[in-house]
């Protein structure tokens, strides 16, 4: 248990900057969809989709080949300074490929008349590429509060700065105030440019904030190291790629399957609502960053298996809280979205919620293939989702619009649990604890499905369905809890 509570202490410190960042990350969706028609809030979420795909391209596997060499013969120093070099080489030619052809591509992303949208996304990728390793070595460190307040800086220095041009700006303007400095840094005109301006400064500052680690590198490079971790880091770019493609596509399609009057709106609609899942999601990564080179460190042990199985079974039980507590306080929650017309599209946060839930599971899931040095079974299952995740977005998405994508998100995370079980079964069984885990998620969906029937948006009311849940679940823990000790 003294391990499993290190891994929930360097959950909550990394989650301490998850959360904290998303939340006020979260408190800029009113402030866009107060400023931003649906239309151009989809724009902006059309060009964050190919920055997700990006990144993934550009980073190619390599953090969690960090983690697994580093645990391995090759050493922390070796794996860091050769990793760093490469993704320094491929992230500058990336740089200057990109900056040499940004009008093309600006044409073929549908924003012909903003190429220099497509320079400042390069920089903030190659930028963010840049810091991936020195972050990852800061988790193989144990250094969670370090990691955490770099990145609560690169989120201050975003969204002070959205705030500044997206209201302080403005309101200098009407009151003309300091007119030859405002005037001399800001331009009315420039929409949603402003959104790329201000992440691309924190991505700088957030590199800057981490050049100690980078100094500290031996600026070493093993070829052999090298081609070691291109091998491990391969499927999991196949699968980082149908990852993003399961999370990010269903944008991409809205906008080409719709009808084009309507399709740029209906993206940012959808985008909008998917915010709100956000608390999961916050959550789900926070677990990430503590449970990857946990999961790692306990490999070689004799009882791996079974704290799997144990952080399984806490992280279901956390999860369907979530999923149950944002879905009763949606009432409250939505107002986040200051623009009613976003609002048409809350049907697909219960969906979604859901789905992200079996995000999680997949993560717990995927640490079979990951330990065992079969990082390929990650490549076909992801791929696998990928495909589930096209052929029913180009299925529903014509009959059911956003609630479509939303739909076929379930349905392919939750496939792709029920497959990494199947295998995990065959090459590397855990044996996880199905009846704790199917009683959780039940009794979230069930006590859910009561709220839905007689709801009548009361704050008292909603809360005593989550404290149900709450009390249930301490209750069972606590008879399991005697059960084992007596056995």
């Known amino acids: 248990m003294s391990i499993i509570k290190k891994l929930v202490g360097q959950t909550a410190i990394y989650g ?58 090759v050493g922390s120093e070796k794996a860091l300074s050769t990793g760093f070099i490469s993704l320094l080489i491929t992230s500058l030619l990336f740089l200057v490929f990109s900056s040499c052809y940004s009008k093309p591509i600006a044409n073929i992303l549908h924003v012909p008349e903003y190429p220099n949208f497509i320079q400042w996304l390069v920089w903030i990728l190659v930028l963010d590429v840049l810091t991936t390793l020195p972050f990852a070595k800061l988790r193989v460190d144990h250094r969670a509060w370090r ?61 800057l904030l981490l050049t100690p680690e980078i100094f500290r590198l031996k600026f070493s490079f093993d070829f052999t190291v090298w081609k070691k971790m291109v091998k491990y880091g391969f499927p999991l770019l196949i699968g980082g790629l149908a990852y993003v493609t399961n999370e990010m596509a269903d944008r991409l399609l809205l906008e080409h399957l719709l009808p084009e009057d309507i399709a740029t ?25 503590g449970a990857e080179p946990f999961f790692f460190a306990q490999a070689q042990k004799t009882d791996a ?25 949606i009432d409250v929650i939505k107002n986040f979205i200051r623009d009613e017309a976003y609002h048409e599209g809350l049907d697909v946060v219960p969906i979604l919620l859901l789905a992200n839930l079996f995000l999680g599971m997949y993560y717990n899931l995927s640490v079979w293939y990951k330990v065992s040095e079969k990082t390929g079974f990650g490549a076909y299952l992801s791929v696998s989702g990928a495909l589930i995740t096209v052929v029913l977005n180009i299925l529903l998405i014509p009959i059911m619009s956003y609630m479509g994508s939303a739909w076929a998100t379930l349905i392919c995370y939750a496939s792709m649990c029920i497959m990494s079980y199947l295998f995990s079964r065959r090459h590397y069984p855990i044996y996880y604890e199905w009846k704790y885990i199917s009683f959780y998620m039940i009794f979230a969906l069930s006590l859910f499905y009561i709220w839905t029937l007689w709801h009548d948006n009361h704050f008292i009311m909603s809360s005593m369905f989550c404290i149900s849940y709450i009390f249930s679940v301490i209750a069972l823990e606590k008879r399991k809890k005697i ?4 056995h």
């Not at 979260?26 to 920055?51: K, Q």
């Not at 993206?267 to 990564?285: D, E, N, R």
């Not at 298996?305 to 306080?329: C, D, H, P, Q």
């Open 483 to 486: 059960s084992t000790f007596k």
């Open 147 to 207: 990691f955490a307040s770099i990145r609560l800086v690169n989120i201050t220095v975003n969204i002070g700065l959205n705030l500044f041009f997206y209201l302080l700006c403005p309101y200098l303007l009407k009151q003309r105030v300091a007119l030859n400095f405002v005037e001399s840094i800001y331009d009315p005109t420039m929409g949603i440019g402003y959104i790329f301006i201000s992440n691309l400064i924190a991505s700088a500052v957030m590199l």
């Open 305 to 329: 298996k079974e704290k799997y199985a144990l952080v399984m079974r806490y992280f279901i039980a956390f999860s369907a809280f979530i999923f149950l507590a944002i879905n009763v306080f």
């Open 16 to 73: 301490l900057s998850s959360i904290v960042g998303r939340l006020l990350n979260f408190l800029l969706v009113p402030l866009y969809t107060g400023i931003f028609a649906p239309e151009e809030y989809g724009v902006f979420s059309v060009l964050m989709t190919v920055v997700a795909f990006a990144m993934v391209v550009l980073t190619y596997g390599f953090e969690t080949a960090f983690f697994h060499y580093t645990n391995k013969e």
């Open 265 to 289: 709106a209906q993206v940012g609609i959808y985008s909008a609502c998917y915010k709100i899942a956000i608390f999961m999601t916050l959550f789900i990564q926070a677990f990430r960053y």
